[in-house]
Structures are given as structure tokens and as C-alpha cells.
């Protein structure tokens, strides 16, 4: 049996499916109402793709997942209680590729040693990781801190992961996995919503990366400094950020002459837009355009593209 496609409106799923041992492919996307995978989910050994995107309260997975070892999709992974599912599950699946989302509450220290024994740095087929911190309890106690940090420090992806996102950390510092030396081929990064850390990574030394996305970041404070003096990078479009300085965004405006800078400029607060163009470079394309093909024609130019916005 090739595969099973599901009703958006199912609640659940029947043990009796479990029972298909020949099923390769499950197909759950938008089950919004589903909370949980079928306990005897291990009986089915051919499975090899479970298309479980946007399964928004699907936290409910058996340990029996963790069988599956020939497993090559797995849209995402939901982990808020231990009782329900642990990262370690992810331990053995290291067929997985394409792309791979995980929304994580973090409880304690234990969650550490949780997200360690995932081993996301085996998953050498994922090309697209993204992470999505629930809100947690610990407060901003040292070891809450502490926890966060090194929580994120043990998800270190696969070397050749392109695409990466982090939104709603609320840890205090990025990861020393953002190197060169460990994600050499990343091309695009996008940090939102990380609402407790003041400077991004350092990042020129990222051979690959053509595109950054920076979003709801209250307590940033500089940004550009991050690149060094290597390569320019352009904004296509950024938003008033209520805590970087001013003079930071003249700073970018001079270093974008290195690669180009051609951005917008928008203040939601005034509900006004400002645009801002340096004549002393031009790509001779308009706006909408630069947007569409932003990835070749920074490719081509060695340069960053970056969306910068406030996240209200």
C-alpha cells in the first residue's frame, strides 16, 4: 500500500492503521485537531514519509516513532511534556531529509541531555531546519538561562543545512554551531522574536549566506557589525527597531557600498514609509523585482540581503 492521506477534521487516528504494514507514506498535513500518533505507530517498518506539516497540537508521540528507522520525511516534531514525546526519539531517524520543524518547550535540565541524544548533527539529509521555542515556566533564573542556552547548543544542525530559522529563544546567547566551520553551506538565517540577546552572531565568515531575516528583536542593539569588513549585503526592506541606534543604520548605509544598498524603510509606529536609495550603486532592477530575485543577484554579487523588522 503506497499511502494514506487523512481528513483535515480527523481528531485522531485509529490503531487499526498501524496494522498497514506496508504503508510508505502518511499524509496528516493540516489535521490541525490532531493531537496524537497511533501507539503501535513502530508496526509500520515501511514507512517512509509522514507528512505531518502544520499539525499544530500534535505533541502526543509514542516512543515507538524512534523504529522507524528508514523514516525520510518527518514535516515536524512536537515537544512540550516529557510524558507525551522526547527529542531523544529523533535519535536514530538519520534518514530524514528536506526539511524539518520543531517546536520545543523547554522544562529543565534534563531537556539538555533530551536534545542531546537527538543528534540533529546526524541528519546529514536535512537541508531545512527550523526551531520554534514555546514559551516556558523557568523564568529568568540563572539556571533557566543556563538551560536555554545549552539546550540550544546541543540542537546543533547537520553541516550542510541551507536554511535555518530560531524564533522565540529566550536564551540570552546564539549557539557557537553559527560558524563557518559548521554550517558552511547556509544560505539563508532567520532570527525572530529572540527577545533576550543584544547582538547577533558574528556571520562574515559565512561563505554561503545571501539572505538574513531579523524580526521582533527587542533588545538588539547593533546590527551590521556582525560582517565585518569582507562583504556588503543590501536591505531590501526594514523597519524601525526601537533599540539599535540610529547612527548603526548610517553605518550600514555606508558598508552597503561594498555589495549595494537599496532598501525600505518602514515606521509602523507613524504609519509612515520612508525610502532610501544609494545612488552609487544601482542593480537596475525595481523593488519588487530585487525581492523576487534576491537570491541570484546577491549570489552574483557576494553580498547579504537583510530584512530587518520590529515585530509589532
Known amino acids: 500500500m503506497p499511502g494514506l492521506e487523512c ?29 496524537r500518533l497511533p501507539e503501535g505507530i513502530e508496526r509500520l517498518v515501511n514507512l517512509k514519509h509522514l507528512d505531518n506539516a502544520l499539525c499544530s497540537i500534535l505533541y502526543q508521540i509514542p516512543q515507538g516513532i524512534e523504529k522507524l528507522t528508514g523514516l525520510g520525511t518527518l514535516s515536524q516534531f512536537n515537544y512540550a511534556e516529557r510524558d507525551w514525546s522526547k527529542l531523544g526519539y ?40 527550523s526551531f520554534f521555542f514555546v514559551r516556558d515556566a523557568m523564568g529568568r533564573s540563572e539556571e533557566g538561562e543556563l538551560v536555554r542556552n545549552e539546550a540550544l547548543e546541543a540542537l546543533q544542525p547537520p553541516p550542510k543545512l541551507k536554511y535555518l530559522m530560531i524564533c522565540g529563544f529566550r536564551g540570552t546567547r546564539f549557539p557557537s554551531w553559527i560558524s563557518p566551520s559548521c554550517l558552511s553551506h547556509l544560505r539563508r538565517l532567520n532570527i525572530e522574536e529572540c527577545n533576550y540577546i543584544s547582538t547577533l552572531p558574528c556571520l562574515e565568515k559565512l561563505p554561503e549566506l545571501v539572505e538574513l531575516v531579523v524580526g521582533g528583536m527587542r533588545e538588539l542593539k547593533f546590527v551590521g557589525r556582525e560582517f565585518g569588513n569582507r562583504r556588503g549585503y543590501q536591505i531590501v526592506e526594514w523597519d524601525l527597531l526601537p533599540y539599535v541606534d540610529p547612527f548603526e543604520f548610517q553605518r550600514l548605509s555606508a558598508m552597503g557600498r561594498m555589495g549595494g544598498h537599496n532598501g525600505r524603510r518602514r515606521g509602523r509606529r507613524r504609519g509612515q514609509e520612508h525610502h532610501h536609495e544609494d545612488n552609487a550603486v544601482s542593480h537596475g532592477v525595481d523593488d519588487h523585482r530585487m525581492r523576487v530575485n534576491c537570491a541570484t543577484t546577491l549570489a552574483s554579487s557576494q553580498a547579504i540581503i537583510m530584512v530587518l523588522y520590529s515585530g509589532y
Open 7 to 35: 481528513e483535515p477534521k480527523h481528531k485522531e487516528l485509529p490503531e487499526t492503521i498501524c496494522n498497514l504494514r506496508d504503508l510508505q507514506t502518511l499524509n496528516i498535513r493540516y489535521c490541525s485537531f490532531l493531537s
Open 90 to 129: 529523533l535519535k536514530e531517524l538519520d534518514q530524514l531529509s528536506g526539511s524539518l520543524e520543531l517546536r520545543i518547550r523547554l522544562h529543565d535540565r534534563q531537556d539538555v541531555d533530551e536534545a542531546r541524544k537527538a543528534r540533529l548533527i546526524n541528519k546529514i539529509h536535512i537541508e531545512d531546519m
